[in-house]
């Protein structure tokens, strides 16, 4: 299909603009195979990134350079989400779907354990996957980054859901950049990565995965050091409930609020803050 392709060459084209040297990883597995994007050196510690929704591993690229330096950095593109990973075994369509497929993915990079990174989306997949691995004498969570984490300590915002309703369920390339512009009150955002979003917008989209948000008392079997990243300026959700719901649940936890970011622009137009937050938090 045309717009398949052009998707690809668009996803293709937004990985070029990475700074640092990419391992492509297609690991196979009965889930179908999953993209992974390397870099770093190989013998560093391995450090798992989670996009949000729709934004592939792409979404990255001002962010591996400064990671890269002392971690192997494993970019994955969810295989229930668009990206390069191809779902062509059994569904992934289920809580616990999701967290066997990414057992497999740990399983297919060799690494026992990690520090697991997330943004929106990938926040809440990354949350449910320490809970889910929470009681591993070994744990594969070392260490839990979740960036402006929807879904994970406080709900959504009823406004960011109405007014995001029609771009999510009825994708066109006008609706996804008009409401990616309005919740970044008109930020300048990463051409490259725009056109692949313009390109998803008629790509096949695939249904995530969806869940509620774990129970306090869920939280409070987490083990390993946390780390809560907020943009100040988002609109996904009140930024004070998150706070509050994971200073209830979670025991080893660090909090840092950026000021001038939004849900959107956390990543790449706040990277130099959020870069050096996630380096502290990684020692």
């Known amino acids: 299909m045309e717009e398949i392709d052009q998707y690809l060459s668009a996803y293709d084209a937004a990985l070029a603009q990475w700074p640092v040297p990419v391992d492509v990883l297609e690991l196979p597995s009965v889930y179908g195979t999953t993209r992974v994007n390397a870099c770093g050196p190989a013998s560093a510690p391995p450090l798992v990134l989670l996009p949000g ?25 969810v295989i229930c989400d668009q990206g390069r990973s191809v779902a062509s075994g059994t569904p992934v369509d289920s809580l616990p779907a999701l967290m066997a497929w990414l057992d497999t993915v740990f399983d297919g990079l060799g690494i026992g354990g990690a520090v697991l990174c997330g943004h929106s989306y990938g926040s809440w997949i990354a949350l449910q996957y320490a809970l889910h691995r929470a009681t ?21 915002a009823p406004g960011f859901l109405l007014r995001s309703l029609p771009a999510l369920l009825r994708p066109t ?16 955002l990463d051409p490259a990565w725009l056109a692949l979003q313009e390109a998803g917008a008629v790509a096949p989209r695939p249904k995530l995965v969806a869940g509620g948000r774990p129970k306090t008392e869920a939280l409070r079997t987490l083990t390993m050091p946390v780390l809560v990243v907020l943009a100040a300026r988002s609109k996904a959700h009140s930024i004070a409930r998150v ?11 660090t909090i840092r609020t950026l000021p001038q970011a939004t849900h959107f622009t956390l990543l790449a137009e706040q990277a130099e803050e959020l870069n050096r937050e996630l380096l502290k938090f990684l020692g």
């Open 53 to 77: 929704g729709f934004a592939t591993s792409t979404v990255w690229s001002a962010n591996v350079a400064a990671l890269s330096a002392a971690h192997r950095v494993y970019a994955v593109d």
């Open 136 to 156: 591993d004498e070994e744990p594969r969570v070392s260490r839990l980054a979740l960036l402006d984490p929807t879904q994970c300590f406080a709900g959504f």
């Open 173 to 188: 390339p006008r609706r996804v950049l008009a409401n990616l512009a309005r919740e970044t009150d008109g930020a300048e």
């Open 243 to 253: 706070e509050a719901g994971a200073r209830a649940g979670v025991r080893d936890l």
